[in-house]
């Protein structure tokens, strides 16, 4: 895997699975903007509102561009995953699972 920024890959990746997953769950759980943004790997994410979407997460699919995965999504179930990812953190910073080490 090669890290990518904004479309381009830069250098190889050589992160752990586990600092991968860390990674996903920080990003979902304190930085991104679920209110606005689009979860897409499209370089200049569009906005909720350019699509005409509004439910609590949108992520676009890979393929058809107009398609939101998470449309079925309720926003207290969001809030239960992203509940649940905080909760997995918090597992794997104290290393108390035996699924995960802590992250480096």
Known sequence: YQRRVHGEFIEP???????????????????FDEVNKVATLQPHPPTKQELGWSSPLCIQDPIDHTFNTARNMFANQYAH?????????????RGDTPLFGRPE
Not at 13 to 28: A, Q, V
Not at 81 to 93: E, K, P
Request: glycine letters at 4%; hydrophobic letters at 60%.
């Open 81 to 93: 995953c992203r509940h649940q990812m905080f909760l997995t953190m918090q597992a794997m910073a």
């Open 13 to 31: 990746n050589w992160d752990t699975i586990l600092s991968l997953l860390w990674g996903f769950f920080h990003f979902f759980v304190f930085e």
